[in-house]
C-alpha cells in the first residue's frame, strides 16, 4: 500500500514539475533531463511513468478532462447547464495552464487524431448530455447526440485555436460562450 501510494505521488511529481517547466519555458525548450533534475529523481524514474514528455502533457490533459467530466455529471443541472459547465471549465484550465501549453496539447492532438482517445471522455459525456437534451424535448434537431458532441467538440477546438493564435486579447472564455450560445439557439430551434 505504501509502495503505492509512493508510485503514485512519484508520477504526480513529475507531472507537476513538467507542467511547471512546460509553462516558465515552452513545450518545446523542455527536456526530460530538465523534468527529473527539477523533480529531483533519476532520468530512468521518469521513464517508470511515461515514454515521453509528450506522454506527461497528454496525462496531465486527460487527467483535467476526466476530473471535469466527472464533477459535470455528478451535478444536478439540466444537461444545457452541465454543457456550460463544461466550456467554462475547460475555458479556466486552459487559461490557468497558458496559451503555450494549449499549444502544445492541440499540436499533440492534430497529430495523433487516430489515438485522440484521451478526449473521449468528453464525447461520451457530451453525447449523454445531448440525448438528456433530445429526451426532455429542449434538443429538436434531426442529429444525432453523438454527432452533436463531435460538433460541439470542433466549436471547442475551434475557439481554443482563435484564442491561442490571434491577437485578440479576449478571454477564451469569450470565444467558447459566443460558439456554445449560437450553437444551442440552433440545436433548440431546429425543428420548430
Known sequence: MKRERQKKQTRILLQQTALHLFQK???????????TTEAGVAKGTFFNYFRTKEEVLQSVFFSRIESICEKTMNGNNDWHKKIDSIFDELATMHEQLGREVAKAVLHIHTRKTKEAGWLAPLHDVLTRLFEEG???????????ASTLA??????????????????VTDPLATFMTNAWNMFVHYIEKEGD
Open 25 to 35: 519555458q515552452g513545450y518545446e525548450q523542455t527536456t526530460v533531463l530538465q523534468i
Open 134 to 144: 433530445k429526451r426532455c424535448g429542449h434538443v429538436r434537431t434531426k442529429q444525432s
Open 150 to 167: 463531435h460538433i460541439a467538440m470542433q466549436l471547442y477546438v475551434g475557439a481554443l485555436h482563435l484564442w491561442m493564435f490571434s491577437y
